[in-house]
């Protein structure tokens, strides 16, 4: 570990933009919690309880898009930074430790509101010392994490349904963000502070999700280690695998060259909406692990709706938060993958007396469809600035 000052905590316009094997560490931390956050979906029998998982898939994915943030602005090889990075790994454990136990609501909630006060703390106290101008930045944050933190140990202590203070925390979260942190005597952070994103954040990006999407084929490689190999399960174990190469293939086409644009406005743009477009790829990547992991366990038979709402919904939702992506910061919409996403959506009231496995191959041909498109020129061209402002 590295020892350093404030004057150097403040990533340097000239340093190495390359993640470090801590970050890279603290991402697998957090794709193991998304790969149980999907086996939480997957034993759910019903629509009941899913506001819950729901919330909390929000709440890990904001801590690893806030820390990112946090290491992209400031140097990861100082010893606060990791000291932060640790914190939250530890938390992130602990989240994950109590996802599927009800009675866990107050784990749950101290591992999502510690790192973040902790990670406040500890970058206004070091920052406060050598009067750096980046206080202002951390307090913003912090002041918004407080707010929130008493919603979410509010709703911890409540005798049932801790998701109905949950959902207001989090709400506060990402609405909290997405206005630029407006603090009483301090205001908002400055829109030039997001020009400041160096390529480290493009590539944390795509590593998270990358990594992410192996959730695809790992949650059910855990489901078919303890079952009868058949060959329809064989079959749905290889639709899952074409599917996580797919969904590869359709995130990478340009995801960062984007967020590593150095046009001032689209880096703004890019910087404020990517947390946001990437939470709707991930709930799709977590959703169709989920529906693997049902999908292997029972191929044949009927398809439940609430699998076919999974099967076909989880992939739905990966494009749609990729092609909302390019739309919001390059301004062009790829229209094959607007017809692929309305054909994946049109199919599930008609594939309800399919098993399985059939409806399985189906978004395996449509995913397939919409990368023979991209290849074949359907896809967004040369990035180009919108007119409106940032």
């Known amino acids: 570990m590295t020892t350093g000052g404030s004057s150097e905590l403040v990533r340097r316009p000239n340093g190495s933009t390359r993640a470090t094997l801590l970050e890279l560490l603290f991402d697998v931390v957090f794709v193991a919690a998304l790969a149980l956050v999907s086996m939480l979906i997957a034993e759910r029998a019903s629509w009941n309880g899913l506001a819950p998982v729901v919330i ?15 290491t992209d602005f400031y140097d990861p090889d100082q010893l606060p ?3 932060i990075l640790m914190v939250t790994m530890l938390g992130a454990v602990v989240t994950a430790a109590a996802l599927a136990v009800d009675s866990h609501a107050l784990v749950f909630a101290v591992g999502y509101v510690i790192p973040h006060l902790v990670r406040g703390v500890v970058l206004v106290g070091v920052l406060h010392r050598r009067r750096h101008m980046a206080e202002q930045r951390a307090a913003r944050f912090l002041f918004w994490f407080v707010v929130s933190s008493f919603f979410w140990v509010g709703g911890a202590l409540l005798p049932e349904r801790p998701w109905t203070l949950w959902a207001v925390a989090v709400t506060i979260d990402y609405v909290s963000a997405a ?5 009483p005597g301090l205001g908002r952070v400055p829109f030039g502070q997001y020009e400041k994103t160096t390529e480290h954040l493009g590539e944390r990006y795509q590593q998270f999700a990358i990594l992410a999407l192996g959730d695809v084929i790992l949650v059910p490689t855990l489901e078919i280690s303890r079952s009868e190999f058949t060959l329809a399960r064989a079959t749905a174990f290889l639709s899952a695998f074409a599917v996580m190469l797919l969904l590869w293939q359709i995130y990478v086409l340009g995801a960062g060259d984007i967020v590593r644009t150095t046009a001032p406005r689209l880096l703004r743009r890019a910087t404020r909406l990517a947390p946001y477009t990437h939470l709707l790829m991930l709930a799709g990547i977590v959703c169709t692990a989920a529906a693997f992991d049902l999908v292997v366990e029972r191929p044949t038979g009927d398809t439940p709706q609430r699998w076919i709402a999974l099967i076909l919904g989880g992939p739905a939702l990966a494009l749609l938060g990729r092609t909302l992506f390019t739309y919001r910061i390059v301004g062009t919409l790829p229209w094959h993958r607007v017809l692929w996403l309305l054909l994946l959506l049109a199919a599930m009231p008609w594939v309800g007396g399919w098993p399985p496995v059939l409806v ?11 990368v023979t498109g991209d290849a074949l020129g ?11 402002p940032g």
Do not use: D, F, H, K
């Open 56 to 70: 909390m898939l929000m709440a890990v994915w904001w801590t690893w898009s806030i820390t990112s943030t946090t």
């Open 81 to 83: 930074i990791q000291a």
């Open 179 to 183: 206005a630029r942190y407006p603090t």
């Open 360 to 370: 399985a191959i189906l978004v395996v041909v449509m995913l397939a469809g919409v």
């Open 378 to 388: 359907g896809r967004s061209r040369r990035p180009r600035l919108r007119g409106r």
